[in-house]
């Protein structure tokens, strides 16, 4: 309800897209980063280096709880509705080239 005595029918969230293409580059880059540090652990007991990236590839990854969400919110209009914080979930594989030392 708003002061005027009017109520608000829809409010959406997006992201706009250059915000986004700079979060999914940050978050692409830690997690290279991630990958290439956990790789180099493994790699070192068997002795050998993490060399160059030969490829990575990332997946959207569902929780499950979408449709749940968008159920509960449309059978209920007319609660209060305090947004959380977006959460979006990819997963990740990186490869890297193992050169013997």
Known sequence: MT??????QL???QIHEAARQQLQDDT???ATKRAREKAARIA?????TVSEL???TT???S?????????ALSDHPDTD??????VISESFEANFKLITE
């Open 63 to 71: 929780t499950g709880m979408d449709s749940i969400v968008d159920e």
């Open 28 to 30: 692409l880059a830690a």
């Open 44 to 48: 070192g007991v068997e002795g050998w």
């Open 59 to 61: 997946k959207e990854v």
């Open 11 to 13: 409010v959406q969230f």
């Open 54 to 56: 030969l490829g990575a």
């Open 3 to 8: 002061e005027s005595g009017r109520r608000v």
């Open 81 to 86: 509705f305090i947004p959380q914080p977006m």
